[in-house]
Each structure stands twice: as structure tokens, then as C-alpha cells.
């Protein structure tokens, strides 16, 4: 089966294309994190899920990922990418 923890050639793993999808639905994300997957990970450029959701205009994917009872993301997670870029300067 697949690995739920592997991430792609950018340092992507499974919580970063949940928090892009099209739908904006946190049922996977909400998914992937009650099954332990790491929701914190930056990838090569410095994208949190934070980054991937911001630039998809997926506002409540946002919210619930700083959320202290959702994805309990913070500063760390607001921080300029490799190219400078903010969560909310992608958005």
C-alpha cells in the first residue's frame, strides 16, 4: 500500500495537496492529521500547508490549519518562502 508519510521531490507530503485541493474540504486534512501525519512539515521551498492553501484562496483551510484544536500550525508556518513569499502575500 501507500506510504501515508513519503513526500514527493519537493518535500511535499500528503497534508500540503489536501490544503490545495480545489474543494476546500478539511474532512482529508482533518483525515491525515488524525492519523499522524506530520502536518508541521515545510518542504524544500519553505511551504507549510499554510502556503499551499493561502494560494489556492482556501480561507477556511487556513483558519483551521492555526487553529490551536485544528492544525495547531504558528509563526513558523507564516514565514517567507525560499522566494520571499508570505502566506498572506500568496493568497
Known sequence: GADLHSTNHFGCNAIQ???QSDSGDLRMCRWLR???LDI???N???HSAVHKAAVKGNHATCEW???ADGGGLSAPHLQPD???N???RMA
Do not use: E, I, V
Open 34 to 36: 488524525d492519523r499522524g
Open 17 to 19: 495537496w489536501a490544503a
Open 65 to 67: 490549519l492555526l487553529a
Open 44 to 46: 524544500r521551498n519553505g
Open 82 to 84: 525560499g522566494d520571499g
Open 86 to 88: 508570505t502566506p498572506s
Open 40 to 42: 508541521k512539515l515545510l
